[in-house]
């Protein structure tokens, strides 16, 4: 089993299992010409190729979009993220995917008013990718400048190959997190989802 390996085997297994997504390469050479600063490809492109490939689907298969994060705070204006997004657009012309790229230094100014909580300035592209609401989510792919693969994983690999789903209470509400669960489940019901921890009552220990 992939998620048994050891870590080294494990990050080969990663590289083997995103490169049969032909679309997800070309994001990853497309995006290194943008030179953004900090990027990353993340989120669900990432692990959902590897749940498709693990289950013998079409590797593309359920991906609805391929996210691109990068981290510029010395400019924090909309003009200049709709730039990065525009140059974008243009990079990406005529490839059959939607990818949406997003200055995370910029998402403290505008996640209160869409999920309903604060949330504190991000540092880097690293410690945005450290807030999606499940763990597994938490990867991120970019190309060196020696054309090589970096790779950040802080909960390690081993629930995406082992098709386990867990929650990561840090930023984003429970309700976020349940309903994304929910509908992966749907879309690849070998998942194992596991449940939000509820605080136990005080004075009990915890479950």
Request: hydrophobic share 40%.
């Amino acid at each position: 089993m992939t998620g048994r390996l050891p870590l080294d085997e494990q990050l080969a297994a990663l590289k083997a299992a995103l490169s049969r997504n032909d679309v997800l390469l070309e994001v990853l050479h497309r995006t290194a010409t943008l030179e953004l600063p900090g990027w990353y490809l993340t989120a669900g492109c990432l692990f959902q190729t590897v749940w498709n490939v693990t289950t013998n689907r079409d590797p593309t298969q359920g991906i609805k979009d391929y996210d691109v994060f990068y981290f510029d705070d010395g400019d924090l204006s909309w003009e200049a993220e709709d730039a990065a997004i525009r140059a974008g657009r243009e990079a990406f012309s005529g490839l059959a995917a939607e990818v949406e790229i997003r200055n995370e230094a910029r998402v403290h100014l505008w996640y209160e008013q869409k999920f309903g909580a604060p949330c504190a300035p991000h540092t880097s592209a690293e410690s945005a990718i450290d807030c999606f609401a499940a763990t597994t989510c938490c990867l991120g792919v970019r190309l060196g400048a020696d054309g090589g693969w970096r790779v950040y994983a802080p909960h390690g690999l081993s629930d995406v190959f082992n098709l386990v789903v867990r929650p990561n209470p840090v930023l984003a509400p429970r309700e976020v997190y349940e309903t994304k669960a929910a509908r992966w489940l749907r879309q690849w019901p070998e998942l194992t989802v596991l449940n939000w921890p509820v605080p136990s009552p005080a004075g009990l220990p915890s479950a």
